[in-house]
């Protein structure tokens, strides 16, 4: 027989949070901030040499920690987190034990392991092979290996979630659907399972080339299954960080979705579209066809951006509905003035998805058209868009739910409070320059590899307008403005688990974290049931119409280099 584990009642939320749980909530949650902030210190390191007027670093050490800051905040920061947060979605929010902790356990250590054999093989100067790590540059074996330790650590992670929910399912610890926020929690596992294996399939037959055991690995090849894993890590950063969003706005101010059963089919849109996104990294890659590119850029591409138009108008209607519920009903906007935008979890929930939409979500279908890719592909613009997604989206989803995590799950209150305020502005603030600024530079022709964009004693020059130079100083000072909100953070958090005062039920009356009755919205089944929405009809407007007005705007680029043809 099974011993029952022991757990405890959250006082704020009512949920059960089991020992175990608990555990591995906290020790993934705590590695993914310390890989934030090794990442974060290599990003701005890297912001720094691109910064004209100060390039900091030689062009050796520039790849060596572009490599580290992909490796630690694209892999190693999102996934410890997403791991956390799908403990949490399972185990705590369906009132179930985990499953297989002995396998959770084994999951963590594997994806530790892993992480940081990869940065040993970068750190010690063998491995500059930047993010993607294309054949037939070759690196160390043991940076494949530590990628696939990960992999195979977090892939084992997915499967204790899922024996998470069977567990719930025969022991009925729910009524009903899963809650929403589970549900979008299992479309994430599901879609890192499929991340997971396209990450195996090419990288297990790379380390026995890099070991001179396979004779070749077709560089089209790779590519193509290596962005399955590349891009699709981003997927499951999505379908996270959108139940987040859901999980916040409950907890804080009680909304439920417009339409539960709608925002569950846009979650599952994701799943069999989203990945299809991958295909933009290879438009401009002659080896595949064209045929390909057109179906999955032109056509069934569409229908996950279509999920996420659906919850980028469900998210904020919530939020009117259940503000306007609790009296906020002055003019169009009053329920967004007077949302509690003092509170760190809700401000950066709305920040990132405001920023998510318009940096992350508009570029993403622009460089989704084929057409319009090869004029941005290389350049610049590029991870100027991955920053608004990953960094003004997801790492600042993650911050915001933290807010909410240290208080419920590690029992602290949260140490300088006025600090925390201002902190997701901030961060917000500082990626939303690194994003504009690095389109911009790119939309300008600045390269999106090479370390120097002067080109300086290369004996070919390549010559940008001076409008760049200045993006790329501006750019530098917003990834300062970034780091010391990044810094904050980091201080903040770590502080409160060494430091905050311990929280019991007295300060869980005194001082609440969540709405009264905030848990019990998480956790159930329910719709607002209205479309009586005219503020968020009217941002949502605005928002779609700067979406047409961007998106032929770059038609009208890409029409000024015809001429070359």
């Known amino acids: 027989m099974i011993a029952k584990e022991k757990f405890r009642v959250c ?127 070759r ?20 499967f ?22 589970t549900f979008g929690a299992i479309v994430a596992a599901i879609i890192a399972v499929y991340t997971i294996a396209s990450g195996a399939i090419i990288l297990i037959p790379t380390l026995l080339w890099s070991l001179d055991l396979v004779a070749d690995i077709d560089s089209v090849m790779y590519k193509l299954v290596w962005w399955g894993m590349g891009h699709s890590s981003q997927q499951i950063n999505m379908a996270t960080q959108v139940s987040i969003w859901y999980c916040i706005a409950a907890m804080v ?54 999920g996420s138009m659906i919850h980028g108008m469900s998210i904020p209607g919530a939020v009117e509905c259940a503000q306007r519920r609790r009296g906020f009903n002055e003019g169009m906007f009053g329920w967004l003035r007077k949302a509690p935008w003092g509170n760190p979890a809700f401000s950066g929930m709305a920040l990132s998805v405001v920023l998510f939409g318009i940096l992350g979500g508009i570029t993403g279908v ?4 084929e057409q319009l890719n090869i004029i941005m592909h290389n350049t610049l613009y590029v991870p100027g868009h991955f920053h608004g997604t990953v960094v003004a989206g997801t790492t600042l989803a993650f911050m915001a739910i933290t807010y909410l995590v240290v208080p419920l799950i590690f029992r602290r209150e949260i140490i300088w409070p006025k600090v925390a305020q201002w902190q997701p502005y901030l961060f917000g603030l500082g990626v939303t320059g690194i994003s504009l600024f690095m389109m911009g530079a790119g939309t300008l022709g600045v ?45 903040v958090i770590v502080g409160t688990i060494l430091f905050g005062k311990k929280r019991g039920e007295d300060a869980c009356r005194t001082n609440p974290v969540i709405l009264p009755g905030g848990g019990a919205t998480v956790m159930a089944a329910g719709s607002e049931g209205t479309l009586k929405l005219p503020g968020t009809i009217a941002l949502v407007s605005v928002f779609f119409a700067a979406f047409v007005l961007y998106y032929f705007v770059n038609w009208k680029y890409l029409s000024e280099v015809w001429p070359l043809s």
């Not at 057109?294 to 056509?299: E, Q």
């Not at 370390?451 to 993006?471: C, I, K, Q, Y």
């Open 11 to 137: 006082p704020d939320t009512g949920f059960k949070v089991f020992d175990t749980t608990e555990k591995l909530i906290k020790i993934n949650a705590v590695v993914a901030v310390v890989f934030l902030a090794v990442g974060g210190l290599f990003g701005l390191l890297v912001a720094l040499t691109r910064w004209p007027a100060v390039h900091l670093l030689p062009a050796d050490l520039f790849y060596l920690v572009l490599t580290a800051h992909g490796a630690d905040v694209l892999l190693f920061w999102i996934v410890f987190f997403e791991v956390a947060v799908l403990y949490f979605a399972g185990s705590v929010l369906l009132n179930v034990r985990l499953a297989a902790p002995r396998w959770a356990w084994a999951a963590f250590i594997l994806m530790l392991v892993g992480a940081v054999m990869a940065n040993v093989a970068v750190l010690q100067g063998e491995s500059s092979v930047m993010f993607t790590s294309y054949v037939p540059m």
């Open 139 to 158: 690196v160390a074996p043991h940076f494949y290996l530590g990628l696939i330790l990960f992999a195979v650590g977090a892939l084992v992670a997915m």
């Open 160 to 181: 204790v979630f899922f024996g998470t929910l069977v567990i719930a399912k025969e022991e009925k610890t729910y009524e009903g659907s899963v809650p929403l926020v």
């Open 253 to 306: 101010l009680g909304a439920k979705p417009l339409s539960e059963k709608v925002s569950r089919g846009a979650f599952l849109l994701y799943i069999v579209f989203l990945q299809l996104a991958s295909a933009h990294h290879l438009l401009v890659e002659p080896g595949i066809s064209s045929e390909w590119k057109v179906f999955n850029t032109s056509y069934a591409l569409y229908l996950a951006v279509l």
């Open 366 to 369: 622009v460089l989704g058209a």
């Open 447 to 491: 390269s999106r590899r090479h370390w120097d964009m002067a080109f300086t004693d290369a004996p070919l020059n390549f010559d940008v307008p001076p409008a760049a130079f200045l993006m790329m100083g501006l750019n530098g000072i917003s990834a300062v403005i970034a780091s010391i909100g990044g810094i904050m953070f980091i201080l």
